[in-house]
């Protein structure tokens, strides 16, 4: 038989594009670039330290369980372990202990992420997981919050921390003052926009993240559903209370502003193997998320909502695929009537 007319048959996907995991995982750590850049700019040399050592630790880390205990092929170099050592960097404070690091990074890639089998098997984002381990485990330096280096410098200080803006929040909130009360001590809305307040190194300049997040836009390695509609369900949320009592609650875009919102709805909340495969349920993962970060700041102990509300919604993602499924090309046939 002529070879040409051998009709081979293989499994599906049939059509390929071009990207590939390495291709997606290395653009999102390009995105991450202007964050990156802006952590350092605000926090100097410990920001950069928190994110190289993050990063070794998580690709090594990797590297060493798939060689010597899965015994699997490595892939620690395929962008995966470096974009999870960078987010989890992102959401730690600039002078968090090296070793601190290191345990964060054992939990995030050794427990969250290979446990369950490696790159795509994993269920919940292994960065969150990594963070809420260390927020558990370490409370003193992981809300140990250093100021830029610009307000430390016109202060004639060597090492100075603040509360971050939700936490300045939900302290004042407590001893009984209103957010109108408060006004006066939180950072103006442009500092807050490009970064100059204290807080996780990655999170602070809403500016960065979404140059960032245009750029993953633009390579198409995210779409705007889950981005947009996160941020319009926290919007939505907080805004009802804002208008019911201004004086008690923040309005919508200090709640977007602030925290870990911005970096959450673009880099985490979009992570491929952790968010719903159809468009109906990143919608609906966005909007749960959105509502969750708004509830947790409002109604709960800690000030900021973020991280748990990305997780909690990773665990509904199995039941949201299922109840999201696109329909089947096509018609049944009932060949017996």
């Known amino acids: 038989m002529n070879d040409s007319n051998r009709l081979i048959v293989s499994m599906s996907p049939h059509l390929k594009g071009e990207a590939d995991v390495k291709k997606i995982m290395w653009g999102v750590v390009i995105a991450l670039i202007p964050a990156f850049a802006a952590s350092v700019y605000f926090y100097g040399f410990n920001a950069l330290r928190v994110v190289i050592l993050t990063v070794i630790f998580c690709i090594g880390i990797e ?61 919940f984002n292994p960065a969150l997981i990594g963070r809420a381990f260390m927020l558990a485990s370490f409370p003193v330096e992981m809300t140990a919050w250093p100021i830029p280096l610009r307000n430390v410098w016109s202060l004639g200080a060597d090492a100075v921390t603040s509360a971050t803006p939700l936490g300045l929040l939900k302290e ?10 408060l006004s006066g001590d939180m950072p103006s809305y442009v500092d807050m926009f490009i970064g100059n307040i204290g807080g996780c190194i990655g999170e602070v300049s809403a500016l960065a993240i979404l140059i960032g997040g245009s750029y993953l836009l633009y390579k198409k390695i995210i779409t705007w559903h889950i981005p947009i509609f996160y941020l319009l369900a926290l919007a939505g949320f907080t805004a009802i209370f804002y208008f019911i009592d201004p004086v008690k609650y923040a309005d919508p875009l200090f709640h977007i502003l602030a925290g870990g919102a911005m970096l959450g709805a673009w880099f985490m909340a979009t992570d491929p193997v952790t968010s719903p495969m159809t468009v109906k349920g990143q919608i609906v993962f966005a909007l749960g998320g959105g509502i969750l970060c708004g509830a947790i700041r409002i109604f709960g102990a800690y000030p900021e909502g973020c991280s748990y509300s990305i ?15 696109p329909k089947r090309f096509g018609t049944e046939v009932n060949y017996g009537s």
């Open 311 to 325: 997780l909690i919604m990773n665990a509904f993602v199995p039941l949201i695929d299922r109840l999201a499924k």
């Open 172 to 181: 004042g909130l407590k001893a009984g003052k209103t957010f109108a009360q």
């Open 63 to 123: 590297y060493l369980v798939q060689k010597f205990m899965l015994k699997v092929k490595v892939t620690a170099l395929d962008g995966s372990a470096a974009v999870t050592g960078v987010l989890l960097a992102f959401n730690l404070p600039a002078g968090i202990p090296w070793w601190q690091l290191l345990v964060g990074s054992i939990i995030a890639i050794g427990v969250a992420k290979m446990t369950f089998g490696g790159l795509g098997k994993n269920p």
